[in-house]
């Protein structure tokens, strides 16, 4: 009698848990929907009524806005200029990090430990603390408004995590692994290229995007640091944000342009990404 | 894994260098630099040099010239504008990391009872993937004062009306002369029973009308019968013109929808709405003579939702999109803890006649304490440097109400302020603020070592 009283009960609670569960998913899926719809309608359209009068006039839906948008030199300049920012960025902070790394790990230098508890008190160093004297530093380099200027930025604030993310790492490697490989005469460089980089690479691969979506979701640094001709898509968009409600058709689809890149590479590496987010957290 | 611990404390570069000769061993070293090399230019001459040079220019005034020690921390807490930032951020550390913390563990449990816990968990995780400039533009357009174009007021808007009524003619006005307007906006008239009374309204433009209203002429000349009091509520304007003021002309609508009350000696004998010709009728009336009364509720002005995007709702809504990003890494990573708990705790727990809530109560969630504090922790850091949300979702006037540490440092150096004296200041502040997690990490990863 009470263990059938308890099924109804253990039920319903499921049943409420599920209907709870749904309706926060809903709640979570909404504003995107919102932002996706709202790129697909006119700007007359927009003024007229909210995104989802759709739901009963899909006429309203095209794709005119994403053609314009690729007519749109600025926006395109904009998109190229955020993955000549965001790729080399990457590919810098995974390249010094994992020689960093590496070093930190299994090679014996002056002041080895200390240095690298430098790199952890770096960790959390705010960005923001960076941006006047960098600024400074850059004009005088003649690095200011620079793509190269922004990358360098986001490769000096992405390595302290980067080092200290592949250092512990490669510090778990077996020892015996790498003695046999100094044994058979190999030099540093190949076991670091044919030995430890290939064992590193979940730790790499977590890095990577971790890195990538940093940098391809940055506006601050950009925000400072890069020009009319270098900015990238989120200081381009961030430009036009003073005429919000007049001009969704543009930022809108542009907002969807910057964000879709990102939520492919998160459904695509899943794993990698949730991992590279949870370890990058700190930052 | 004990086995690579015990392999690590054997291994020390220096135990593998020392089977080698010196010539060999500066060589070694040597290699060991040039791997290091690069990332030591970089953190030197991008970190740790702009700290210590902050440090310095904080010293010193807006121009950078003159040496005013600690002059800008106090200017800090007497300039209204940092002192609002520094009491935004105070709210936002506050408020964030414990409604996403709290989040997160309610989630992470419920969601370990449905099978389509991953599906749940993509979806709440993915905003983390993205930028806070896309999600301000998303927020932007939810938020929006307009319920025909917030999604938020339009739900709040539909709620409200669903429970308050609209109001339907809003611009209507009462034909002056003909109507008695009450100071509280509602219009009356007065009339006996077995009449048929006219009242003209004016104000509202034929395409406000609502659909299917249909001339009121008819109905005005209908003969009211004994006890019953009929009437006409109408738009005394014919479209073209040519119509008479006061007189139910041919083509005139009625107003349909209207709330009409018949009133005796101040109380409200009968209410009724009209028909879509603007008639109404009241029967089953004492002889007399009753006030026709058309009241307030008709005339109000629309409800048009929250201002959320307000000088006192700014802050909350901003934490609210905050919520949106982060709640799928709080419920994860409080999710992983979950899984690490020990199952027969929870088991035992339950053959004891535990419910499910003193299970979570009593060993859930002081199990998962050092999780929930890990989680608290890193928000906490995180939103000391919330930035780009605020900046894209505050609306120019509103900038102000919602400035944070990190906005306001922005704003103070480079945005119009030029004050890079103070700016620098402020930027040390939000180091300050992070230095305990700076220790925290540090000792644990020292510890860790041993």
Known sequence: ?283 | MTATTLVKQQAGPRAAGEARGRRSRRRARLIALLFVFPALLLLGALVVYPVLFSVGRSFFDASGTRFVGGDNYAEMFRDPATLKAIRNTAIWVVVAPSLLTGLGLILAVLVEKVRWATAFKLLLFMPMAVSFLAAGIIFRLAYDQDPNKGVLNAAVVSVHDAFEGTSSYPTARGRQGLLTQDHDGSYRTTAAAGHTVTLPMVGVLPKDLPKGAEPADAAASRKAGPGELRGVVYLDFTPGGGGRQGRVDPKESGLPGMQVQAVRDGHTVASTTTAADGSFRFSGLRAGSYTVKLPESNFAPPYQGVSWLGPTLVTPAIIGAYLWIWTGFAMVLIGAGLSALPRDALEAARMDGANEWQIFRRITVPLLAPVLTVVFVTLVINVMKVFDLVYIIAPGPVQEDATVLATQMWLVSFGGGNNQGLGSALGVLLLLLVIPAMVFNVRRFRRSQR
């Not at chain 1, 995107?32 to 697909?40: K, N, W």
């Not at chain 1, 690298?116 to 004009?139: C, D, N, R, T």
């Not at chain 1, 961030?238 to 058709?249: A, P, T």
């Open chain 1, 1 to 283: 009698m009470n263990s059938a009283m308890n099924a109804i009960r253990r039920g319903l609670g499921n049943g409420l848990v599920q209907a709870f569960l749904v309706v926060i998913g809903l709640v979570w899926l909404t504003p995107l929907a919102g932002l996706f719809v709202s790129s697909l309608r006119s700007a007359q359209d927009t003024a007229k009524g909210g995104w989802w009068t759709t739901l009963t006039s899909p006429g309203q839906l095209s794709f005119d806005n994403y053609s314009a948008l690729l007519k749109n030199s600025g926006m395109t300049q904009a998109f190229w200029n955020t993955v000549l920012i965001s790729v080399p960025a990457t590919t810098l902070v995974v390249v010094i990090a994992a020689l960093a790394g590496y070093a930190f790990a299994w090679l014996d230098f002056p002041l080895r430990e200390p240095l690298f508890l430098l790199v952890v008190a770096l960790l959390v160093v705010p960005v923001q603390i960076g941006l006047l004297p960098v600024a400074k530093l850059f004009g005088a380099l003649g690095l200011f408004g620079t793509i190269p200027g922004v990358v360098l930025f986001h490769v000096a604030y992405g390595l302290p995590f980067a080092v200290f993310l592949l250092r512990n790492y490669f510090a778990e490697m077996p020892k015996e692994m790498l003695e046999a490989a100094r044994m058979d005469g190999g030099s540093e460089w190949r076991i670091f290229t044919r030995l430890v980089l290939p064992v590193g690479r979940p730790a790499i691969a977590s890095l990577a995007i971790f890195q990538f979506l940093w940098v391809w979701n940055d506006m601050l640094v950009a925000l400072l640091f890069a020009d009319s001709s270098s900015q990238p898509l989120t200081v381009e968009l961030q430009s036009q944000i003073r005429q919000f409600g007049s001009n969704i058709d543009v930022l809108a689809p542009g907002a969807f342009l910057s964000l879709i890149v990102p939520v492919v590479v998160f459904f695509a590496f899943q794993r990698h990404f949730v991992q590279g987010v949870m370890a990058g957290s700190v930052k």
